[in-house]
Nanobody, 117 residues
Framework: QVQLVESGGGLVPVGGSLRLSCASS????????MSWFRQIPGGERGFVAS????????MYADAVKGRFTISRDVVKNTIYLEMTALKPDDTAVYYC??????????WGQGTQVTVSS
């Protein structure tokens, strides 16, 4: 069974920074489009950022542009989400997603990010 393991979440003050990681031992990030999504209680899971199979084509939700950066380490088979200038609205569970084809994708278990005001 494919597993994506997120880490790096936590409690951070407004304006602070966090780096999330997503690693897998079962799939290659160079064969998947890798993305970050987030979800608040009672809300829908929404797109945050993605990076293409070749490591380019980084895309961001408008709400995080200029503050968040998605990157990857092919050797470690890990993707990252560097989050800066955090706001209370960034509080959510952050999920990693790997997409191989439109009908074949995987989700991680999520990591909680809480921004305290």
């Amino acid at each position: 069974q494919v597993q994506l393991v997120e880490s790096g979440g936590g409690l951070v003050p407004v304006g602070g920074s966090l780096r999330l990681s997503c690693a897998s031992s079962e799939l290659s990030i160079t064969e998947h489009t890798m993305s970050w999504f987030r979800q608040i209680p009672g809300g829908e899971r929404g797109f945050v950022a993605s990076i293409g199979r070749a490591g380019g084509n980084a895309m961001y939700a408008d709400a995080v542009k200029g503050r968040f950066t998605i990157s990857r380490d092919v050797v470690k088979n890990t993707i990252y989400l560097e989050m800066t200038a955090l706001k209370p609205d960034d509080t959510a569970v952050y999920y990693c997603r790997a997409v191989r084809t439109p009908s074949l994708s995987y989700w991680g278990q999520g990591t909680q990010v809480t921004v305290s005001s």
